[in-house]
């Protein structure tokens, strides 16, 4: 920070041109939870019935407990694979002399800045051919598969600042380059795991359109696909019980991102930079 | 254990890092890998561990070929210069990691990490991480890792480098004395010519990936092979003028000086150009070959003094004596040197 | 060396130190402890997962991009039937009228395959004789003419016997069904026993329901008017989001926040990462709640008197401004994080050196600022190229291609022929060939975006040789 004008004129600026972005979320949490006259903006009366939909199945609709807990499968278990797959091909790009790891590692970032919305018509007819389609499994493993490349490059990041010497002592010591990798490097890495997971996490938490292509189906369906199915519903429209949903189910979101928007920010900056 | 280098290479694709390197370690002793930045000391060292693989020759220990045995199963102890601790776990599992790689029971382990603690007087830092030790505790942790399962040969890469000068002086005479008390075999890379010569039996000097000299720090001082073997060791260094072999002397060219030519000398043939090189602590006030030429920076060390002299043609010696009231900056001065205690190198800095 | 020797003598060395290397280490399967060996297994999972989920459905985008898929065929095979637009279709396409004539008509065939079935049902002997010697070889054109015929047989059967005589000379063809190829011929040779070869496979090709191999996708998608249109749709909508917001407004971002105190610039950008943080739905629902007609931009805008209206869908124009904002405000994010990370990296010393000559804040930005984001800038407008060229959420939430198909991008137009349409015709086939396109298009950027970013200096030679 320098300079000798005053930073007012840029507070200013970046409120107005950030107020709609205000507006927004305020109102997000307002109209859940008031009743404004027609026509205003100005709430009048508290309330609490658009939250109803938690006790009151619709006709026709899952219940939004079913699809929390759909969502939350969805959610930590393709965080789970990312996860998994991230760390193990992670090191091997980072550490590991196997052949092709040049050419794997550019199919890496081939395939993260790939475009795997095309893909989804043949996902789509292969998940069906195969007999996945409408399920949570199929879904999942495609989800993974999506955020995978990223997350390999991002674990590989972390694998790269841990000093060779750690290695080269575990081997001195005795240690199979497993045992070195599983005792020694990825207890180092641990903050690398902890930020993917949350990552990809909120990934799954937010997915729309893989679910809702793969698996639209009732008892699959995520709060995403539950979400946007009440919208397009014609009959019903009441925007403040869509918010209310919609709060439900992005206050998991909004906390996680408050309490590590640094661990996140860096990821969406970092993570994807190279 | 004795440790053998035969005919070893290494090459990192087409760059040559070591030529036909032959090293020999006795057992027991504690030899010094001294050379400058990028001379393939590291290299040899990963290569005596197993972490990198030999391009060509052969290394054994004791007689045991262990040339392409894993480095797990060639049980060397490496302190690395970054000490290389495993920062998620304490001081006593550190030590112990070894030991839990080779399954031995815990009571075994418990008793083998105290003991180990005990040598590297470290008892008390046992449950502390190693983010929570000093640089030395450090070392000390590094060395008792290192030491614990009583390895075949202790390798130690610039073990020093990143201590302060005080702790580096007591690290010095530590690890000395824990090498000594082992009785291992130990091969210490530095270029740092004061470690090496304080806390090494043998010095093998290294330089563009092959090793000049080994021998004794005092026979290393005194009969250096090779200019560069000269330059290296002696702080502060030694100084080299230019001479030519005139008349049976050596005569300093546009300077006014005649140095005899050492005894033990090879014969020069007159008009042979070569480097003398002078000592600092060899100019002084008493020899057979004087010296001519003015103070131009006094260095006051406390108990002795440095003198750099400038010679008539521009080129400076160095001459380390007891503090002189009689002699200030830009005296003119005739000091002496005596000609068996000159060094004489052809001009492709091989000794005369 | 005599000395330290006494000394090692004297030491308490750790007398149990001798059996810690007594025990070999433990030795796992090599290969866990080779680089190869065990990168290759720690690699498995991922390379199961591209090739699953990557490889195949590259390559099988290309293989149903060549074929006509869609709900009407069926994603597996398919069967023959001779639909009345199966006929047509050979009357019309292949020039057989007369053939398509026949296969169409009802006709009735006193054969002998039809006089066994009726023995079999046992019908009496004597019309079966009747049949037999009197009409053998006969072909009726219609049902009614048959059934005449019958009655006039001397046994004058029943109506009831008739009918069941009649259900098993019916030779026609028309609206049944064969699981075979084989079948099919063999029922269409009943009926004109002198089929060509090119007859024959005229009519397997006109009454096979299932899906083929063909170039029609590519064809169709060269002619097509809207082709061009959601390609038009397509070029506008990247380059004015990655333009307007992904480069431009994320570096105003960057550069403000750069110059307020830090915990002010914090706020705004969680400010502006909350977009790309929520869930697309919820966002996009946001700005529908902004822009809808009893939302908040309507009903603002109602105390100056203007109507009411749906902002985000009432004219194209508006639409084209919303998808582009509710695109832009996510993208800008991500432009916003690099670029102040960027500026964050320029030495403090340039812009005291800078204020120190005089410069102003805008041209500390011109020739201080933006000569270091010249990479950033280059990095974000590769990455978000495809990633705009790909999106789909928001648009798909926000207008859903509309109005009247004013919005329609080309990943869209690929959800809506493939995967989702009103009409309720998939077309897998065609979806597949749209998003071949695409697929090369990725395959293109990415490489140039790999050439760009010289990949190779990250791969690091391993330093343990095991
Ligand atoms: N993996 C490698 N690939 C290519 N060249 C290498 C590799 N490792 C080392 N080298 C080169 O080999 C030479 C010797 O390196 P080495 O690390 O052994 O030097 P060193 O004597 O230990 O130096 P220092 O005192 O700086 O540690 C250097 O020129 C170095 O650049
Ligand atoms: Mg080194």
Redesign the pocket.
Known sequence: MTGHLKSWPFVLALSIISAPIVLMYSYLFIDTITNSPPGSFIPHEFTLEHWRFLWETRPGKPSIWRVTLNSFLFASSSCLVVLVVSSTAGYVLSRLNVPGRAFFLAGVMVLHAFPAVTLIVAIFLVLQMVGLYNSLIGVILVKAAIDMPLGIWIMKGFYDTVPWEIEMAGIADGASRFTVWRKLVLPQVKPGLFALGLFAFLLGWSEFILPQVLAPGGDVQVLSVYLAGLIADDNNFDMAMFKSVGLFYIAPVLILFLFFQKYLMNIYGGGTKG | MRILLDHFSKS??S?R?IDDMTLEIKDGEMLALL?P???????TLFAICGIHKVTSGRILFGDRDVTNVSSQERNVGVVFQSYALYPHMTVRENIAFPLRIRSLPEAEIKRLVNEMAGLVHIGSLLDRRPAELSGGQQQRVALARALVRRPNVLLLD?PLANLDAKLRLEMRSEIRRIQLETGITAIL?T?DQVEAMSMCDRIAIMNNGQIIQIATPQEMYRNPRTAFVAGFLGNPPIAFIDAVARDGMLAVENADIRLPIPREADRVPEGTPVVVGIRPENLGTEGDAAIRGRVSFIETQGRENLYDITLANGKVLRSIQRVRDDVSLHDEVEWRVRSDQLFLFAQNGERL | MSASRDIVEAAAVPAGAAAASAHPPRWRAGWLNSSRGLGLILLMPALVLVVLFFLMPVVLTGVFAFTNMSTATGISGGTYQVTPGALRELADRHGMDELAEKLGQPSFVVDEQGLKALEEMGIEPAIIADLREGHLGETHASRREFERMLRDLPERPDTRTVKRISGEFSRSLANSRFSSRESLLAAAEGVDPELTEEEKTALVQATYTGWVWTADNFRRMASSRDTVRILLNTIFFVATTLIIFNTAFAMLLAITTHYIPERPAGIFRIIWFLPRISPAVIYVLLWKWFAWDTGFLSAFLDNFGIRPRNWMLDTAANAWFFVIVINGFVGASMGMVIFSSAIKAIPESLFHAASVDGAYRWQQVRHIILPQLKWPILFVTCYQTLSLLTSIEQTLLATDGGPGGATEIWSLAIYHTALNNYAGNLQYGYGAAMALVLVVIGIVLSLIYLRVFNYRALVA?P?IEL
Not at chain 2, 37 to 43: A, E
Request: net charge positive; proline share 0%; with cysteine.
């Open positions: 990192f694709g760059v890092v050379g930045s990028g001379c393939g000391k590291s290299t610039e890379v270029h | 030679k330093r």
